[in-house]
């Protein structure tokens, strides 16, 4: 390159210095831009500013970068430019040679505050969808597996319970849950009898209820099952001892149910 006549200066730092958007509200990164050059002064004219060739390029650089960067992360911001404003030393005419060009970010103790509120505030929006996240996985678990299933209803007690969903967290109980399901699960067989007999029970009068437990009692008894059939004779009372029973038991029966099926081992 020829560079002609005209008398060079020393080599010096031109500083510009710039305010940037971050990706959090109210929080710009505090930029120092440093040009390090030599420019050449002719007679009669004023030597150029290093500045005014690389501040228009710097902040095409920087601006785009500092926007998708937390206001905390000063560091990497200005390892994220370097080496495009590094590039920049291409843009030397033929009066000012750019040898270096760089930049420090920075932020004011009064915007650092701001930038540290800013990332707890986010912390915590994550943490609360995180949770809201596990919620929906939880209560999808329940309808398509525990409800389908009652034996998988245990599951749900391993469950670790999140705070951030404060009264949510406790509206089901795992045991509660567990226990319902497997008592009340509409396929299963003992179920289906217990309902059927407390349904039918309901609708006798005591005499009628006495006769039907007094004859289930004998099956039971027959079936193999002789502590279910004590349990059911101890609370079959008779309706001349002035006991009075709406419906029988449904813990009872649906235990006699349960055994029903057993082999007869008399």
Known sequence: MTWGAGRWHDLRDYVHHDHYPSVDDDVAFKVTLTVRARVRSRRGQSPPDPLDLIVPAADKVIRPAARRIGGLRCGYLQHRVAGELAELTSKSTKDARISDVYCRVKLDEETAARAREVQRMRHELELDELARQQARARAQFIR???????????????????????????????????????????????????????????????????????????????????????????????????????????????????????PNVS
């Not at 009264?167 to 059927?196: F, Y």
């Not at 209820?209 to 039971?220: E, W």
């Not at 004779?233 to 006991?243: C, F, T």
């Open 144 to 262: 398509d597996e525990c409800l389908a299933d009652p034996a998988t209803a245990r599951v749900y007690t391993l469950l670790e319970r999140s705070p951030r969903l404060g009264e949510l967290a406790g509206v089901l109980d795992g045991d509660d849950l567990v226990a319902q399901l497997a008592q009340w699960h509409e396929p299963a067989m003992p179920v289906l009898i217990a309902q059927a007999v407390i349904g039918l029970l309901g609708r006798l009068t005591p005499k009628q209820s006495y006769d039907i437990v007094d004859n289930f009692i004998g099956v039971v008894r027959g079936y193999g099952a002789p502590e279910v059939a004590d349990q059911l004779q101890a609370l079959n009372k008779h309706p001349d001892e002035g006991v009075h029973r709406e419906a029988f038991p449904a813990d009872v029966v649906n235990g006699a149910a349960k055994h029903s099926a057993a």
